[in-house]
């Protein structure tokens, strides 16, 4: 994989969501790093709570959050709202699930970039 982030990274992005602040955007949506990059200088490692401290409005955050990470990531302030990718993959009923404290459904990698039905609109919900 090519170089990603270099020692400017993390300050073209400061000012970039500084200066976003100038605008009335519905929100700022941020992703937490796909990998660990605690050891790499030139990334951030908690995304939300860096750039909550420099951006004023509403913020989303995502990526490998569940019920429990989620909860603790807005109880701290980093962010106002969190999304789901996989876990609403294969939870359609995953609001539920998460209100009742229901178990959920694991996703099949394997069928996350294939066409047709087959892990997109198969997975069960709580009553089926
Ligand atoms: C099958 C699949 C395809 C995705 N495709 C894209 C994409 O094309 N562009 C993108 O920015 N994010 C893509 N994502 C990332 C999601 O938009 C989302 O940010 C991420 O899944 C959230 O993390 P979570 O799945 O851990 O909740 C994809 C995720 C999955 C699972």
């Keep these: 994989m090519g170089i990603l982030v270099d020692d400017e990274t993390i300050e073209l992005y400061n000012y970039i969501v500084t200066r ?20 790499n ?8 709570k860096h750039f909550r401290k420099i951006y004023n409005g509403t913020i989303i955050i995502n990526r490998g959050f569940n019920k429990k990470t989620a909860t603790k990531v807005l109880q701290d302030g980093y962010a106002d709202l969190v999304s789901f990718g996989t876990p609403f993959i294969a939870n359609p009923d995953l609001v539920e699930r998460f209100k009742s404290d229901a178990p959920l459904n694991q996703p099949d990698q394997a069928t996350f970039y294939t066409p047709g039905e087959k892990g997109y609109t198969d997975y069960p919900t709580l009553n089926n």
């Design 20 to 39: 976003l602040n100038e605008y009335d955007l519905a929100y700022l949506h941020l992703i937490e790093p796909f990998t660990d990059v605690s050891d």
């Design 41 to 48: 200088s030139y990334a951030i490692q908690e995304v939300a």
